[in-house]
């Protein structure tokens, strides 16, 4: 049983920077992810990372968030920079047991297994 902890959400000021981790056991050979959710707004995907290091990032962080993972450490990263008002949300870290290449598709399987979240907040 994979079990997903996020850690490292909180308050900034815009232009601000934030590290975001998920400490997760058993995660390595799954597709990956960071997904957020602002009040009033449905989920969205922010970054993915398949189980050999390809990433894909959502448009609106491109150049300013970075994913990865430490397979030692069991560990997946969100180093966010550059925080804006708009990156104000929930983060989940998430990881897909049915495939391990994440690929372009942003929706994970009903079988995805889901962290509880950290609180994103970025101020102006």
């Known amino acids: 049983q994979v079990e997903l902890v996020e850690s490292g959400g909180g308050s900034v000021q815009a232009g601000g920077s934030l590290r975001l981790s998920c400490a997760a056991s058993g995660y390595s050979r799954y597709c990956m992810g960071w997904f957020r959710q602002a009040p009033g707004k449905e989920r969205e995907g922010v970054a993915l990372?398949?189980?050999?290091?390809?990433?894909r990032y959502a448009d609106s962080v491109k150049g300013r968030f970075t994913i990865s993972k430490d397979n030692a450490k069991n560990t997946l990263t969100l180093q966010m920079n550059n925080l804006q008002p708009g990156d104000t949300a929930m983060y989940y870290c998430a990881a897909d047991p049915t495939r391990t290449y994440c690929g372009v598709a942003w929706r994970f399987s009903n079988g995805a297994i889901w962290g509880q979240g950290t609180q994103v907040t970025v101020s102006s």
């Open positions: 990372i398949s189980s050999v290091p390809i990433t």
